[in-house]
C-alpha cells in the first residue's frame, strides 16, 4: 500500500490546536484516507482489521459525515486563531476580551449566516467524491415481539 504520506494522530482533549490539526488532516487527506481503509478492507489479512475499515468507510461515506467535518473545520480554525493570539506573552486583559467578544459574533455568525456556504462546501467535497450529497433519514428501530 502507498497512500497518504501523513499519519493521522489523536487529538489532545485539552489543546484547541490539536483538534484543529486532526480535522484539518483529515479533511485535506480524506480522499487518500478513504482509498486506504478500502483497499486495508479488501487485503486487510487480519478479519478485525478488514471490519474495522469497512466500517470507517461506511461511516466516512455519509454526507453528515462530510458536512460535520466541513462544520469543524471551519469552527475549530476560529477558535484556533484565537486561542494563539490568547497565548502571546504581551496580551493585556482589554485585547483578551476583545478577542473573545469577536469569536463569539463569528460562532453566531457560523450558527446564523455561514451554514448555507458550509452546506455548499458539503456538496462539492461529496461530489468530488462520490458521496450522495443528501442527509439520509434514521432508520426506524424494529421492536422484537
Known sequence: ?????????KHCNTRWS????AVSTVYKELPKIIEALEELAQLGK???ICSGAKNLVKQIKHFYFISSLI???NILEEIDNVNL?????????CTASKLLESLQITMRSIRNEKLPSFHKQSIVLANSLNIDSIFEGNRKKKVKK
Open 1 to 9: 500500500m502507498s497512500h497518504a504520506q501523513i499519519s493521522l494522530k
Open 18 to 21: 490539536s483538534k484543529k490539526q
Open 46 to 48: 487480519n478479519e478485525e
Open 71 to 73: 462544520v469543524w473545520k
Open 85 to 93: 493570539l490568547l497565548q502571546k506573552k504581551t496580551i493585556t486583559i
